[in-house]
């Protein structure tokens, strides 16, 4: 018989592999054998990742608020990790001002994780976006590309300089924005078709508010054709 250790591994991989309900299968069974608290966080911020992919990121903060509440069974980076988690979960929710504090919990507990501390402020830059405020999200997409970078993270590193590139382009500033946007897309490009239609569209929208209609123009054209 697998113990809670070995079906949240495999709860994990499944995840990671996007078999979701496979994963939540494994996930629940390893939270009906779990014996110990960590274990238990564990299997519950998985989880709360696992049924919000599904469709229901209120059971997933049902999920994050159980596995907080044992946070003296984890470790500093464990627990920020999970506040980090239950911030996105809220942004997706609409509830950017629940999300905001959690984010502030998060950063001092993710400094171990260079990958883990860059993703989180991808992900609350992306909030100050959804808010209006380019200001504050230019400076979390700059650390997120410093921390990414320093994980080697390529990919997830592109993102946020293409978020920047859009954030600036919210301030005004054109050059850098598209100078930004051309970096990110030699890397995002081809990785899916949602991803390279999202970049060639914010980047055709750089492209009309500098008045260059025809590059503005066909770059439209490739984000339609995805």
Not at 200 to 217: H, K, N, S, T
């Amino acid at each position: 018989m697998l113990s809670a250790a070995d079906l949240h591994e495999r709860g994990k991989n499944a995840a990671n592999s996007g078999r979701f309900r496979q994963a939540r299968r494994s996930l629940t069974t390893g939270l009906e054998r779990a014996e110990d608290e960590a274990t238990l966080a564990r299997i519950e911020g998985t989880l709360s990742y696992v049924e919000a992919e599904l469709g229901d990121p209120r059971r997933g903060l049902e999920l994050l608020d159980r596995a907080l509440g044992r946070e003296a069974a984890l470790p500093a980076l464990e627990r920020g990790v999970l506040a980090a988690l239950r911030a996105l979960l809220k942004a997706r929710l609409g509830d950017f001002d629940q999300a905001l504090p959690d984010f502030a919990l998060a950063m001092p507990l993710l400094t171990g994780s260079p990958l883990e501390l860059g993703t989180a402020h991808l992900n609350r830059g992306s909030l100050w976006l959804e808010q209006g405020d380019p200001a504050r999200a230019v400076r979390d997409f700059e650390q997120a590309m410093v921390f990414l970078d320093q994980a080697g993270n390529a990919t997830a590193r592109a993102k946020a300089e293409h978020n920047l590139g859009y954030a600036v382009m919210l301030q005004g500033d054109l050059a850098r924005a598209l100078a930004r946007m051309d970096a990110a897309i030699a890397v995002l490009s081809g990785q899916s078709a949602a991803l390279t239609a999202m970049c060639a569209q914010d980047r055709a929208e750089a492209l009309l508010a500098a008045g260059m209609v025809d590059d503005g123009v066909e770059a439209l054209r490739a984000a339609a054709q995805g």
